[in-house]
């Protein structure tokens, strides 16, 4: 099974037009597949993305939604967590699936990359073997792409350094950064 995961953004206008060039056509092919689709983002973006979904064509019932992340890192973790316990309805166990497909702002692929089979290393008890890709999407400004990247190795120390993790969270969820 695939599962795609597309990672929150608060939508605009411009996000609309790249959202409908690049992601609908990748996502159209793969919908009659074997193939699971997550929103994630908190402030209403997870509910935001899957409405535009539906509205596009892909079934309500084939995405799933996680509301709680603010952070990449969290985008990431807590789909996974959610996977492994199996604790919300409908939801494979993530050994169950092959591929594991994150879509985002093209400024977030290294970092996804890097985090993901980490996050996934730490959950995983089974010896399941998952192979991760990223789809990017440009959604960014290049000078503000620029600025995310710099922001790279902060964000991996945040995956060491849980307190780390715990401030930059806050410090996105109350806007300063």
Request: net charge positive; proline share 6%; glycine share 4%.
């Amino acid at each position: 099974m695939l599962l795609i995961e597309i990672l929150g953004f608060k939508r605009n206008p411009r996000y609309d037009v790249v959202l409908e060039e690049k992601l609908m056509p990748y996502l159209k092919a793969l919908v009659s597949k074997d193939c699971m689709i997550f929103t994630s983002g908190w402030h209403g973006e997870a509910a935001e993305l899957r409405e535009f979904l539906v509205q596009k064509g892909i079934p309500n019932e084939e995405i799933f939604m996680e509301t709680n992340a603010c952070r990449t890192i969290e985008n990431i973790a807590f789909v996974m967590e959610a996977l492994f316990k199996r604790d919300l309805k409908g939801y494979p166990h993530l050994d169950t699936i092959s591929r594991f497909v994150f879509v985002g702002e093209a400024a977030s692929e290294e970092e996804v990359l890097w985090l993901a089979p980490r996050i996934y290393k730490r959950l995983n008890k089974s010896g399941h073997d998952l192979d991760f890709g990223y789809y990017p999407l440009p959604l960014l400004p290049p000078d503000e792409r620029i600025r995310k990247r710099k922001r790279l190795l902060l964000n991996k120390m945040s995956f060491y350094l849980p307190p780390l993790n715990f401030v930059l969270s806050m410090l996105r969820k109350y806007d300063i950064m």
